[in-house]
């Protein structure tokens, strides 16, 4: 998508997973402007070297199993904060113009180990903007959004994966989580890029769903186990808490939390034709007026 859209120059992917290079260089190998680095974000003078002219940034590099984060809470630490402390400092020396980093809605009143560390590498590249190293051109922003149907770990493939069983194991009934789709999260970043100004948390509209009723839908004969939650889940899940409805803004697709330093969350320029939420406003996965 986009290789195809935007006709990069140079597209560089930094990752850890050797396999998955080897399977995206048989899809792309002959393109010259693709090129592979095998990295680890926690590795700083790797980072350096990947971003060695590149202009624009996406990171999406995380420990974001909740039960892996909350069992092996070092290892989570250092991927998603020092992780995205690294990509901090190697963006500005480098001279990228704009980083948009990824998010979850477990970064909205976490009680999780994963939440925790992401809503912490949220601030980080929001504050980035200013009161670490002033002066540089790089803008950070940041998109939020909930389960992309059909990724690595999600719960659609997770199911499709034990259909042939004839049983799913669901942890409650009254479960909900935010799905987005593969194209509307790549379309958020990509609006991130093109309009952010610096600080911005975009939360997209999205629809929210049952996880009974994804289980149902998929394998309707199915037999539905109820196991419980795990360690660090939550019964619904959350993306713009009350406490941040005073910084945030409302458009026809989305949200944008603005940061509150600097009075930045008064800032017109930031806010352009966006209308401030009531001072209630929670925008949760059980009380989701976009379906």
């Not at 803004?249 to 009531?278: A, F, H």
Request: glycine share 6%; charged share 25%.
């Amino acid at each position: 998508m986009t290789l195809k859209k935007y006709n990069p120059k140079r597209l560089v992917i930094l990752s850890r997973d050797e396999m998955k290079q080897w399977e995206m260089a048989k899809l792309y190998g002959d393109d010259e402007r693709v090129r592979f680095f095998i990295g680890d974000v926690r590795d700083k003078d790797r980072l350096y070297r990947a971003l060695d002219g590149v202009n624009y940034v996406v990171h999406a590099a995380a420990t974001k199993i909740v039960p892996t984060a909350e069992y092996n809470p070092f290892e989570c630490v250092k991927t998603n904060i020092n992780g995205a402390m690294n990509l901090v400092d190697a963006s500005i020396d480098q001279g990228v113009k704009r980083v948009v980093a990824l998010s979850t809605d477990k970064a909205s009143s976490p009680i999780n180990l994963y939440g925790a560390t992401k809503l912490a590498s949220d601030k980080l590249f929001v504050a980035s903007n200013s009161s670490y190293a002033s002066g540089h051109k790089t803008s950070f922003a940041v998109v939020r959004y909930g389960n992309v149907m059909g990724s690595r770990g999600s719960v659609i493939p997770y199911f499709m994966s034990l259909v042939s069983k004839g049983l799913l194991p669901i942890t409650d009934k009254r479960m909900t989580r935010f799905m987005i789709t593969l194209e509307q999260s790549v379309n958020l970043v990509w609006h991130a890029f093109e309009n952010q100004v610096g600080g911005e948390i975009y939360v997209k509209k999205i629809p929210s769903m049952k996880i009974i009723d994804i289980a149902k839908a998929i394998a309707p004969k199915a037999k539905l186990e109820i196991v419980g939650s795990r360690p660090g889940e939550k019964l619904n899940e959350q993306m713009i808490s009350s406490e941040d409805a005073p910084f945030t803004y409302e458009y026809p697709e989305y949200y944008k939390i603005l940061p509150s330093i600097n009075k930045w969350s008064k800032d017109k320029m930031r806010i352009g034709e966006g209308s401030l939420v009531d001072s209630d406003f929670v925008y949760s996965s059980d009380k989701n007026k976009n379906g």
